[in-house]
T-cell receptor
């Protein structure tokens, strides 16, 4: 079965440009999470969607970051006016509803800001 | 602020030994506990989940949970060089929000 799909796998862009990262969760998974992981560091929570509820945006580091989830499925993370410190791997995960449901991760998007 | 603490390591064990990885968490309301393995340059993959106090075994892996002490651990028996990775502890609350530790780096020496 298909896992969490993220695209692009790699993105190189110039400072100041906007980027969009896409996540397609596992079918039937109502929860979707975005994380950022800098080299050698742990997972930094960004945002969490659960079904049709309002997303938990508490981890977004600045107003340059936004995310949406259309139709309860695909999600797009947008970073505006990128800065060099935005360079990292952006990971998406999804899970079924329920307290005992683990997250399943995509392969991530490696973002490099020149 | 809900916190999950792990020793960052690095933890080195000889091949065939038992590797013991530990994790503590701050939120007594936490419901579910997971261990993920992350190889360098790869995304985390789930290896164990545990929900009740006690031990849960899966092959060479044993997860241990003690809710009273707010402590969860992972034991890897007969460690292999292929077990060398960073191990992430994750704790989920009743709202399905996950909190990850920063991970423990494990090296198994042949």
């Amino acid at each position: 079965g298909a896992g969490v799909s993220q695209s692009p796998s790699n993105k190189v862009t110039e400072k100041g440009k906007d980027v969009e990262l896409r996540c397609d969760p596992i079918s039937g998974h109502t929860a979707l999470y975005w994380y950022r992981q800098s080299l050698g560091q742990g997972l930094e929570f960004l945002i969490y969607f659960q079904g049709n509820s309002a997303p938990d945006k508490s981890g977004l580091p600045s107003d340059r970051f936004s995310a949406e989830r259309t139709g309860g499925s695909v999600s797009t993370l947008t970073i505006q006016r990128t800065q060099q410190e935005d360079s990292a791997v952006y990971l998406c995960a999804s899970s079924r509803r329920g307290r005992d449901q683990p997250q399943h991760f995509g392969d991530g998007t490696r973002l490099s800001i020149l | 602020q809900k916190e999950v603490e792990q020793n960052s390591g690095p933890l080195s064990v000889p091949e065939g030994a038992i590797a013991s990885l530990n994790c503590t968490y701050s939120d007594r309301g936490s419901q579910s506990f997971f261990w993920y393995r992350q190889y360098s340059g790869k995304s985390p993959e789930l290896i164990m989940s545990i929900y009740s106090n006690g031990d849960k075994e899966d092959g060479r892996f044993t997860a241990q949970l003690n809710k009273a002490s707010q402590y969860v651990s992972l034991l890897i028996r007969d460690s292999q060089p292929s077990d060398s990775a960073t191990y992430l502890c994750a704790v989920a609350d009743t709202g399905n929000q996950f909190y990850f530790g920063t991970g423990t780096s494990l090296t198994v020496i042949p």
